[in-house]
Nanobody, 121 residues
Framework: QGQLVESGGGLVQAGGSLRLSCAASGRTFRSYAMGWFRQAPGKERQFVAGVSWSGDTTYYANSVEGRFTISRDNAKSTVFLQMNSLKPEDTAVYYC??????????????WGQGTQVTVSS
């Protein structure tokens, strides 16, 4: 049974940076695409960023393109999300996901418990 655990969330001022980490355990996720999603209060969960199993291909939502960077370290079974130039509208619970498909979607196979990111204006 695989498990994903996020960390690195917190409170930051607008324009600041945070780095989220997602540690995988219990099984190997080397062949899975990995992604980050977020959900704000009263809104649906939305895709933020994704990375292929090899780490060669990355995907971003238009709203974070150029500000966020996703990466993975398969040797350490960890996925990262570097978030720069944060905006108040980035405030949400951020979830890590592992998807057996090519691109992570909201139907991903495994999910973490989420980490809160709050950006103050």
């Amino acid at each position: 049974q695989g498990q994903l655990v996020e960390s690195g969330g917190g409170l930051v001022q607008a324009g600041g940076s945070l780095r989220l980490s997602c540690a995988a355990s219990g099984r190997t996720f080397r062949s899975y695409a990995m992604g980050w999603f977020r959900q704000a209060p009263g809104k649906e969960r939305q895709f933020v960023a994704g990375v292929s199993w090899s780490g060669d291909t990355t995907y971003y939502a238009n709203s974070v393109e150029g500000r966020f960077t996703i990466s993975r370290d398969n040797a350490k079974s960890t996925v990262f999300l570097q978030m720069n130039s944060l905006k108040p509208e980035d405030t949400a619970v951020y979830y890590c996901a592992a998807d057996s498909g090519v691109v992570p979607t909201t139907r991903a196979d495994y999910w973490g418990q989420g980490t809160q990111v709050t950006v103050s204006s």
